[in-house]
């Protein structure tokens, strides 16, 4: 037991870091044509800038940083904190100003921290589901009664089988980190929009479906696996029981590949965290029968044996991955205006693939035990619902399910500019008060608000008082011809107007164009989006 507690101790500040640590506190309040910027430190940290426009700071703050800046002059504010224990990552504290109070500013703030904690806990849910998805893998699941039977002969039992599992995490959750140290967090969502990164991850979850579906194998070498199982068995210690984690990873990359790599696309971008939590998610519910059958190897005995159930589940996977990988086709067909994916052939393949996993799973229904009869239905029965409910989409409902993943639909009574200047100049023509939607093909939380939020009949209602101009800021093309994408104009304006760059990101100004409410973030509730509106 001791010496779990001391590899748990080994590598605490790395599960620390993925945990909200958040030890600087900033504000903001505008004075007349400046804005003072206050960032309360907690005791025992100290913090560095590390990026404030054309600034620089060398020293290190422990109490407060107080800046006064004029509004012109507002940037990005890149930080990180200290303790004598650890580090946190680089984070990104940004101001929008606008002629609100500075109680108003701090909610914004908070309202700002809520949201990118929900995104980390979906990405954290995200991840266990993907893990568990993982397990009942061909890859996967006849490892585990194999590596349990090797930790129970070799005498280690219960506390290998820990160490095991939480190698398995360490290594994931390293993974993640890589990630996000390799790339930043602005590369990571610079790629998570990219059209070419899209169709690329399009195009490897289809070869991964077909590999599934049993057209071809996709393995790593043997002489990988092989080299590190050996080196495994001929070495003592953790060492030993790190080397055997690094194997199932290597074994196991086949069917977790897709993954894997699905949750890191979603989770680029959302914070520098994202991927590690995502990881350390995925690796958690992987590890976890791998501990448990060590701890009760009676359960054993109980398992079911690898065969033709292990087989369907790769086909239902397959389908699965079909379905997704459609989304990063639409990122990148709408990105380049090529129009191959309209909204109705999207949903009309996810209904083939849903319908598919019911009508491959009915096949041979009768023959199947009891038990797998059960098991069958309880995924048949919600994949044929799905698959009906998916059917009046063809014809423009709004099928609010797939929000997050389908080409956004046409909301009706609503007329849209994606251009600015000519929706400005609509605006001053008419004397209506304008909404800017910086929004992303990429996008889902923009999808989940245009869904759930845009196309509520209330805020439809009061959106008729406005001039709506949505401005795509991952559109790939150049429709002046001034050598600079579309998108590229609307993520500059965006980020020296009004200092941020996410998205979805609502801008609110007067006939006049003057700004007149703080901007809105994201938000599922539209009584909270209709009390922001002013007009």
């Known amino acids: 037991m001791k010496r779990i507690v001391s590899i748990l101790l080994t590598f605490l500040p790395l599960f620390a870091m993925a945990q909200m640590v958040q030890p600087v506190k900033w504000t903001g ?3 007349g044509d400046s804005v003072q910027l206050k960032a309360t430190i907690e005791k025992g940290w100290h913090m560095t800038i590390i990026d404030f426009g054309e600034r620089e700071f060398d020293e290190e703050f422990t109490d407060s940083f107080v800046v006064t800046i004029a509004k012109t002059d507002l940037s ?8 004598d224990k650890m ?7 940004e101001y929008a100003a606008h002629a609100a109070s500075g109680d108003e500013q701090i909610q914004n703030s908070k309202l700002k921290i809520q949201n990118g904690d929900r995104s980390l806990w979906l990405i954290f849910l995200l991840g266990l589901l993907g893990g568990l998805l993982a397990i009942f893998t061909p890859c ?3 490892i585990i009664p194999m590596t349990v039977s090797f930790f129970l002969k070799k005498g280690g039992g219960r506390r290998d089988a820990v160490l095991y599992g939480l190698s398995i995490i360490v290594l994931y959750v390293g993974l993640g980190l890589l990630v996000t140290l390799l790339f930043g967090a602005s590369a990571l969502n610079d790629l998570s929009t990219n059209a070419i990164v899209n169709i690329v991850f399009f195009l490897i979850l289809v070869i991964f479906a077909l590999s599934f579906f049993g057209l071809f194998e ?24 790190l080397l055997m984690a690094f ?11 897709p993954i894997i790599g699905t949750l890191l696309v979603e989770a680029a971008g959302k914070s520098l965290l994202a991927p590690a939590i995502g990881m350390l998610g995925f690796a958690i519910a992987l590890a976890l029968p ?9 359960w054993m005995k109980q398992m079911p044996k690898s065969g033709d159930w292990m087989t369907s589940f790769k086909v239902v996977l397959a389908f699965l991955e079909l379905a997704l990988s459609l989304k990063f086709l639409s990122v990148a067909d709408m990105a380049y205006g090529w129009g191959i994916l309209p909204r109705w052939l999207f949903i009309a393949i996810w209904i083939v693939c849903f319908a598919g996993i019911g009508v491959y799973l009915l096949w041979n229904f009768k023959s199947v035990s009891a038990t797998r009869k059960l098991i069958r239905a309880i995924v048949i029965i919600p ?13 423009g409902a709004p099928v609010k399910a797939i929000s997050a993943f389908a080409p956004p639909m046409e909301i009706e009574g609503r007329e849209v500019f994606n251009d600015l200047e000519e929706g400005l100049a609509y605006a001053r023509q008419t004397g209506k008060p304008v909404i800017i939607d910086f929004t992303g093909y990429g996008c889902v939380n923009c999808r989940k608000m245009e869904a759930f939020v845009l196309d509520n009949d209330s805020v439809k209602a009061r959106l008729q008082n406005y001039v709506f101009i949505e401005l795509f800021v991952d559109d790939k093309q150049d429709r002046d011809g001034d050598g600079m994408s579309e998108g590229d104009e609307n993520s500059q304006h965006q980020r020296e107007k009004f200092s941020s760059n996410a998205q979805p990101f609502y801008v609110q100004l007067d006939p006049y164009g003057h700004q007149v409410a703080t901007p809105m973030a994201f938000t599922t509730d539209p009584e909270e989006f209709i009390n922001w509106l002013q007009y």
């Open 383 to 395: 994949s044929l619902a799905f698959a009906v409910y998916l059917i009046p989409g063809l014809w």
């Open 76 to 83: 990005p504010i890149r930080f990180n904190a200290c303790d």
């Open 218 to 241: 996709i393995t790593l070498p043997d002489s990988w696996s092989t080299a590190l199982d050996s080196k495994a068995r001929s070495t003592g210690g953790f060492l030993s029981i």
């Open 290 to 298: 791998f501990s448990l059958f060590a701890m009760f190897p009676q």
């Open 140 to 142: 996967v699941w006849p």
């Open 247 to 257: 194997t199932l990873v290597i074994v196991s990359f086949s069917c977790t590949g």
């Open 87 to 93: 580090c946190t990552a680089p984070e990104v504290w």
């Open 29 to 31: 309040e505008e004075i």
